[in-house]
Every structure is written in C-alpha cells, then in structure tokens.
T-cell receptor, first 113, second 109 residues
Framework: DAGVTQSPTHLIKTRGQHVTLRCSPI?????VSWYQQVLGQGPQFIFQ???????GRGNFPDRFSARQFPNYSSELNVNALLLGDSALYLC????????????FGPGTRLLVL | ELKVEQNPLFLSMQEGKNYTIYCNYS?????LYWYRQDPGKSLESLFV?????AVKQEGRLMASLDTKARLSTLHITAAVHDLSATYFC?????????FGAGTTVTVRA
C-alpha cells in the first residue's frame, strides 16, 4: 500500500513569493496534519484537518493556510515567504482526529533565498 | 503548553554497548510515540505507548512508559552502526503531536 505522498520533494523560492505544498494521505485515512521542521529541531505543528475542516492550528502567522479536499488530500499554502520559512514541511495522516498513529510523508524541503 | 524534553541531545555510542535516551513531558497525555529520522529523510514510527507501564521491543530497541513520572525511555541494546539516526519522542497534545528536540545518535566502531 502506498504511504503518505508529498509533492514537490524540493523547492526553491525567493522572499515574498508564495508556495503551495501538496499531500495525499494513506488510503482510508481522513485526518491530515502539517508540521514544519527547521534544521536541527523537532517538528512543529502547523495545522490539522479532519473531514475537510480545520480542527487545530499551531502558533504560525496568517501567512500560512491550508485546506483539505473531498478525497482527503491537502494543500499547505505559505504567502509572502520569509528566509525563516526555509524548512522541511512534513505531512502526516491518521485514521481520524486523535485516533491512531500519525504516519509521516517524505516531506518537502523548502529553501527561501 | 505541553513541553517535551529529551536528553541527551547528542549521543556517541560504541558498538556493542547499551545506552538509554530519556523523554520527559510536562502534562498528562494519553499517548507517547518514538520516531526515527535518518538525515534528510522523513520520520519513521518506531513505537506507540498507550498506558502506564507499557513496554515495547523491536530488535535492539525497547521503549517504556511511566505516566506517573511523565517519563519514557528508549533503551538501545548492543548498539550497531545501523542505529545511527536522530530519535524523537512525541506526545499527543489534544489533536496534535508535540515533539522533543531529538537525540542524534552516532554509533562508532
């Protein structure tokens, strides 16, 4: 069975641009969470979506937004990119909100110049 | 806000010896995870611990949970090179995971 997939794998942007990252959960999983992992640190929670609704939001500015589609895939959007947004962005899926292990995708490595 | 602390942050292991990584968390939680991350890669789930006294083992790794002490340990038996990676503990905090800073393990001959 396919695991969590993310695209693109790598991305280079300049300050002020916006970016869209994509995630497809494991088949049957209805909850998707996004995490930001800065080099040398543990992942930080950004958003959780379940049944296409935002169920939780971490301490990130409004430049970060996300959505979940009817097929449970998800997009993370970041506007007005800053150098500090350079990080590995991880998507995780689970069966339902608060249920079961969160399985992580390979991540999208974003570099902002 | 739930805090998760791991120690040590860096661990240089000698092949064949035993070591322990500690994970403390600040408030009650119903679930604790251990993940492994290889350089440049994503997180691989190792263990999920659900109750006080839970112990799980896989190969040379054994994880345990003491909910009263809010402490989990990851014990490595007879370290081998393949175990070189960064290990994270994470605790469920309502709908999200709160991670420790990670323990970077290097196994030397």
């Amino acid at each position: 069975d396919a695991g969590v997939t993310q695209s693109p794998t790598h991305l280079i942007k300049t300050r002020g641009q916006h970016v869209t990252l994509r995630c497809s959960p494991i088949s049957g999983h209805k909850s998707v969470s996004w995490y930001q992992q800065v080099l040398g640190q543990g992942p930080q929670f950004i958003f959780q979506y379940y049944e296409k609704e935002e169920r939780g939001r971490g301490n990130f500015p409004d430049r970060f937004s996300a959505r979940q589609f009817p097929n449970y895939s998800s997009e993370l959007n970041v506007n007005a990119l800053l150098l500090g947004d350079s990080a590995l962005y991880l998507c995780a899926s689970s069966l339902a909100q608060g249920e079961g292990t969160q399985y992580f995708g390979p991540g999208t490595r974003l570099l902002v110049l | 806000e739930l805090k998760v602390e791991q120690n040590p942050l860096f661990l240089s292991m000698q092949e064949g010896k035993n070591y322990t990584i500690y994970c403390n968390y600040s408030t009650t939680s119903d679930r604790l995870y251990w993940y492994r991350q290889d350089p440049g890669k994503s997180l691989e789930s190792l263990f999920v611990l659900l109750s006080n006294g839970a112990v799980k083992q896989e190969g040379r790794l054994m994880a345990s949970l003491d909910t009263k002490a809010r402490l989990s340990t990851l014990h490595i038996t007879a370290a081998v090179h393949d175990l070189s990676a960064t290990y994270f503990c994470a605790v469920t905090d309502d709908y999200k995971l709160s991670f420790g800073a990670g323990t970077t393990v290097t196994v030397r001959a």
